[in-house]
């Protein structure tokens, strides 16, 4: 697995559910019955139903079109690990998938802002390309690269939009936090004090945005820094 989507675990562990988890989400705690388009009761602390339409969520002004999750659910179904999950179970996986790729535009406006609000932090362009190309190294190539992303469900396209920008801050915010890489070789289930510290960072922030979700989605459970998808 590349090292970035390794350290993307202490945001996950903060409630950052990362498209490389949707092949765990047998057991979510909701309904086996369907949860798609259920125009779910606004039990969460967002405000559905006040979204214009074509918008998917809202944090702190910010629009995420709702075009911009289909298009990368479309492009994360075709893949070979979700295409036969999602046949087998399209609206139950599909309503998961799509909170779960929602949860990630959030989780990731609202750690870039905050970085950059509380510690000066600006990814650049080139910031980006450069952790690309580290992570291609890493791999032995760009074709090697793009093997990997497929084993766990995802596309260099869904990659580079969705887990990049979050993968070279991550780097940046390691001068803040310490270690965010793998965790203690003593205590390989423990987290660093570096990923503690970032997951502590990260929760408060999550508890802190203005965030609204439509009801086709779900709803935005800031404790956890993630939608939740209606039952």
Known sequence: MPRALRSIAALVAAGALALTACTGTDDTG??????????ADATGTDDTGALPDGVAATVDGTEIPRADVIEVFDQVVA???????????AERV???????????????????????????????QADL??????LEDDAGGPTEFDDQLEQIGLTRDVFVRMELPLS????????????????????????????????????????AADVTVDAEFG??????????PGS
């Open 79 to 89: 893949t070979p690990v979700f295409s036969e999950q999602v046949a087998d179970d």
């Open 219 to 228: 709803t935005w459970n800031p404790e956890t820094g993630e939608v939740e």
């Open 94 to 124: 599909g309503a998961l998938l799509r909170a779960q790729i929602l949860s990630q535009f959030l989780i990731t406006e609202i750690v870039v802002r905050g970085a950059a609000d509380d510690f000066g932090i600006e990814i650049t």
């Open 30 to 39: 909701t309904d086996d019955t369907g949860t798609d388009d259920t125009g």
């Open 168 to 207: 070279t801050l991550l780097q940046e915010l390691e001068a803040e936090f310490g270690d965010l890489g793998d965790s203690p070789a003593a205590s390989p289930d423990e987290m660093s004090d570096g990923q503690i510290a970032l997951q502590e960072w990260g929760v408060a922030k999550f508890a």
């Open 129 to 134: 390309d450069a952790t690309l190309a580290g």
